[in-house]
T-cell receptor
Framework: SAVISQKPSRDICQRGTSLTIQCQVD?????MFWYRQQPGQSLTLIAT?????????ESGFVIDKFPISRPNLTFSTLTVSNMSPEDSSIYLC?????????FGQGTRLTVV | GENVEQHPSTLSVQEGDSAVIKCTYS??????FPWYKQELGKRPQLIID?????GEKKDQRIAVTLNKTAKHFSLHITETQPEDSAVYFC????????????FGAGTRLAVHP
């Protein structure tokens, strides 16, 4: 199975700033998925990132707030823009195809 | 839209008892159903999964069953141990893919010695 690496693993950010999270895969994948897990909540899909096209966002998520890049078949970034305390969450990436649906180690973001 | 319902939200059992968590899904095209265990402060870890061409899958003390007709699937943990205490999430694939997932709300399992 693919190995997914995420950076940073955690960060504490000031409100109003932006943070870019990186997701690196050790093999070429068609799609990369970004999820959010708010404190005490389940996981929610933010968007699907395809190489060479605009990301597809789920209801409630917009590109201005969560811009995504997918420059090649092994890498993607998610930016959390103009952060507020409500953005404090764990952000996770996943990939397809893969034999199993597993996640990178996640990025724990705290906005103060 | 697609939806996954998970029950119960909390479950308390005695060590050695069995625990069952149930999920229902709405997307008839769903074909992949993973289960995750999340311990406090850690990322969700895949513990078992099942695909739509299989009705049951077992891995040691953990088993998952799938009823595609009824659109529900269940996680069974036998001989529970205190280290099984965690939050468990079910998920179902959407849009015909595998890893684009909709998650249930989670079940907090407590296993008491």
């Amino acid at each position: 199975s693919a190995v997914i690496s995420q950076k940073p693993s955690r960060d504490i950010c000031q409100r109003g700033t932006s943070l870019t999270i990186q997701c690196q895969v050790d093999s070429q994948v068609t799609m990369m998925f970004w999820y959010r897990q708010q404190p005490g909540q389940s996981l929610t899909l933010i968007a699907t990132a395809n190489q060479g096209s605009e990301a597809t966002y789920e209801s409630g998520f917009v590109i201005d707030k969560f811009p995504i890049s997918r420059p090649n078949l092994t890498f993607s970034t998610l930016t959390v823009s103009n952060m507020s305390p409500e953005d404090s969450s764990i952000y996770l990436c996943s990939v397809e195809p893969a034999t199993e649906a597993f996640f990178g180690q996640g990025t724990r973001l705290t906005v103060v | 839209g697609e939806n996954v319902e998970q029950h119960p939200s909390t479950l308390s059992v005695q060590e050695g008892d069995s625990a069952v968590i149930k999920c229902t899904y709405s997307d008839s095209a769903s074909n992949y159903f993973p289960w995750y265990k999340q311990e406090l402060g850690k990322r969700p870890q895949l513990i078992i999964d099942i695909r739509s061409n299989v009705g049951e899958k077992k891995d040691q003390r953990i088993a998952v069953t799938l009823n595609k007709t009824a659109k529900h699937f269940s996680l069974h943990i036998t001989e529970t141990q205190p280290e099984d205490s965690a939050v468990y999430f079910c998920a179902a694939s959407v849009s015909g893919g595998y890893n684009k997932l909709i998650f249930g709300a989670g079940t907090r399992l407590a296993v008491h010695p």
